[in-house]
């Protein structure tokens, strides 16, 4: 009966860890980050803010790519500050 037990709680362990997906980035196979606002720094230094839809992160690069007030942008991470509030 432990046995049983023992099982269920591992795959019910495995099914929430793998399963939890909540925000509008997962990173990794358990952190979830969410940003609801970014400020960016533009080439010419005009920073911009606003409200943040969608971001993605690449693998093994500092570069990020993100939707904000319905344009994406793709930059450096030194140009840009995500925000999970209004600054």
């Given at each position: 009966?432990k046995k049983?037990?023992?099982v269920?709680?591992?795959?019910?362990?495995?099914?929430?860890?793998?399963?939890?997906?909540?925000?509008?980035?997962?990173?990794?196979?358990d952190?979830?980050?969410?940003?609801?606002?970014a400020?960016?720094?533009?080439?010419?230094g005009?920073?911009?803010?606003?409200?943040?839809?969608?971001?993605?992160?690449?693998d093994?690069?500092?570069v990020?790519?993100?939707?904000?007030?319905g344009v994406?942008?793709?930059?450096?991470?030194?140009k840009?500050?995500?925000?999970?509030?209004?600054?």
């Amino acid at each position: 009966m432990k046995k049983i037990i023992c099982v269920v709680l591992i795959l019910s362990l495995a099914l929430a860890l793998t399963a939890c997906k909540v925000g509008n980035r997962q990173v990794g196979w358990d952190t979830t980050q969410t940003f609801t606002h970014a400020i960016l720094e533009l080439g010419n230094g005009e920073l911009i803010e606003g409200t943040v839809t969608s971001w993605r992160d690449f693998d093994e690069s500092d570069v990020v790519q993100f939707t904000m007030n319905g344009v994406t942008y793709l930059t450096h991470y030194s140009k840009v500050i995500l925000c999970t509030k209004k600054p």
